[in-house]
């Protein structure tokens, strides 16, 4: 599954969350929307976010750790896409 390209504002990033569901697989979410994807393993979800994340040329992920702790991540790749 591929997240929708649309964001309420071009001047906001588009936010991810990678966490842990119930049954253990690890998910990829765009704020405010449903889960996009879900993962045996947290590398493989965390590398499909970041690859969905930078189309839109800037993004915060946060990453939830296997011990409970989240992580934030940000990057601006200098451009944003066309509209």
């Known amino acids: 599954m591929a997240c929708s390209a649309e964001r309420e504002s071009q001047d906001d990033p588009v936010v991810l969350w990678v966490f842990r569901n ?3 697989q690890w998910c990829v979410r765009k704020e405010g929307g449903e889960i996009e994807a ?26 939830a750790l296997p011990d409970g ?8 790749l200098g451009s944003r896409p066309a509209t």
């Open 22 to 24: 119930s049954r253990d």
């Open 38 to 63: 879900s993962f045996p393993s947290r590398k493989d979800a965390v590398g499909f976010a970041r690859k969905t994340a930078r189309t839109w040329g800037y993004y915060s992920l946060f990453i």
């Open 69 to 76: 702790r989240i992580a934030r991540e940000l990057c601006s």
